[in-house]
């Protein structure tokens, strides 16, 4: 009786015992049928050999794993493709954009606040006084009184020829012009109280008969005409009428005006 050189077995002519399989024979069986089933499931349909299982050597079992291995890399290398070329919006969903971001207008700045002026009342005129000197710029030269045995009649006062004379107080121009040789130029007016103001030896007169006149008011300029030794103004006061002369100075001095006397 022969025996089966792989396995021990006694051979009965060309068939081995009932029951049992030859092991080379089955894992070359399965080697077959699972490179067929890699072949439909790879979308690859081949040809299926029509050799028997025994005859695949381990050339073929190396080439189906070589195949395997080639398909795997091929579909990792385009996954990573898909990623690296923008596509992985189609994995993860499109990415939200970022949001604008619009500058805020700058804000102007608020006009700077003048500040309040608080207005000036408007200053009150004071009121002109009702007497004045007739004569300010002038110095006092003589008062009222005997004066080299004769009555000196009223005050003078001296100053360059031409400077304005003012009247004394608000009246009316009663006589203007040349009174009499001794007075020269004069001017008389009449305050309407009872008492005239004379004012003469004038280089020239401004105002005539029947002119009113303010207190302050120019009524002429001074100089030295009539009996007189230099520019000077006489400056009389008469009360109750025409040539009843009293002293200047007192009668100014009570309405706040100084003579200098």
């Known amino acids: 009786m ?24 089955l894992y070359a069986a399965a080697a077959a049928a ?22 695949i050597d381990s050339a073929s079992l190396r080439t189906a794993q070589q195949e395997r291995e080639q398909s795997a890399e091929r579909a990792d290398r385009s996954s990573r493709d898909a990623l690296n070329s923008g596509s992985a919006a189609l994995l993860f969903g499109p990415v ?3 949001p604008t971001v ?27 006084p009702s007497w ?7 110095s006092t030269t003589s008062c009222y009184g005997s004066r080299w045995g004769s009555l000196h009649a009223g005050v003078d006062l001296a ?14 121009v009663v006589d203007a012009g ?10 008389v007016i009449d305050h309407g109280n009872g008492y005239l103001t ?27 005409t009539g009996d007189s030794s230099g520019p000077h103004l006489h400056f009389e006061v008469h009360q109750g009428g025409m040539w009843n002369q009293i002293d200047p100075a007192p009668f100014m001095r009570e309405r706040g005006v100084s003579l200098g006397c």
């Open 159 to 172: 100053a360059p020829a031409n400077t304005p004379v003012r009247a004394a107080g608000a009246g009316t």
């Open 102 to 128: 619009t500058p805020s207008p700058t804000a102007s700045p608020s006009p700077t606040a003048k500040p309040k002026t608080t207005a000036k009342p408007k200053a009150t005129p004071s009121p002109r």
């Open 34 to 55: 699972t490179g067929v089933l890699f072949a439909l499931s790879s979308g690859e349909v081949s040809a299926v050999s029509s050799e028997r299982p025994d005859q």
């Open 2 to 25: 022969a025996t089966d050189v792989n396995d021990g077995n006694p051979v009965v002519g060309r068939h081995r015992a009932p029951g049992r399989r030859h092991p080379v024979r």
């Open 178 to 187: 040349w009174i009499s040789s001794g007075y020269g130029i004069s001017v």
């Open 198 to 224: 004379h004012y003469a030896h004038l280089n020239s007169n401004s105002v005539g008969v029947g002119t009113r006149v303010a207190a302050g008011e120019v009524i002429g300029r001074e100089g030295s």
């Open 96 to 98: 939200a954009p970022s």
């Open 132 to 138: 004045v000197n007739p004569m300010p710029a002038g």
